[in-house]
């Protein structure tokens, strides 16, 4: 018997339409796990295959496939842009496009609707460091 966790992931991951993505820490917040972006990959690492689950439609919270050239790269970009979705040569998906935010947020691929931003992403989290490394003035 899965636990309550896993099956809130899996029930997110089936929800997410085709032609659209969202990343591992988007999916563990919708599952109510804050944080729980790691439980996602094992998640779609045991049951990916076996729940016939949109592993292809998760990527990293820049948009990017995380897989590796050679080990499920190429097999990601091909199922994504078979649904439409534009995958760059070097595997980053346009979130502002593409990217779903949840059952109320299911926007028709292209309608150029932007995902509201999770607290704590990924350029949120850049621009901090580029503010904690800036020269402190005297």
Same mark, same amino acid.
């Given at each position: 018997m899965a636990s309550e966790s896993t099956? *809130?992931?899996?029930?997110?991951?089936?929800?997410?339409p085709r032609g659209r993505v969202a990343s591992y820490g988007l999916v563990a917040a919708l599952s109510g796990l804050p944080r729980g972006a #790691?439980?996602?990959?094992r998640v779609l690492h045991s %049951?990916? @295959?076996k729940d016939s689950?949109?592993?292809h439609r998760v990527l990293r919270a820049d948009g990017s496939i995380a897989l590796p050239p050679g @080990?499920?790269?190429?097999?990601?970009?091909?199922?994504? #842009?078979?649904?439409?979705v534009e995958v760059s040569p070097g595997g980053r998906?346009?979130?502002? %496009?593409? @990217?779903?935010? @949840?059952? *109320?947020?299911?926007?028709?691929p292209g309608s150029g609707a932007a995902r509201p931003r999770a607290r704590g992403d990924a350029s949120e989290r850049?621009? *901090? #460091?580029k503010k904690?490394?800036?020269?402190?003035? #005297?």
């Open positions: 099956e *809130a992931i899996v029930a997110v991951l089936a929800s997410i #790691r439980q996602v990959v %049951r990916g @295959g689950l949109p592993w @080990g499920g790269f190429e097999l990601q970009m091909a199922l994504l #842009r078979k649904e439409g998906v346009e979130l502002a %496009r593409y @990217g779903w935010a @949840g059952a *109320a947020g299911r926007e028709p850049s621009q *901090a #460091r904690a490394r800036a020269p402190k003035g #005297r």
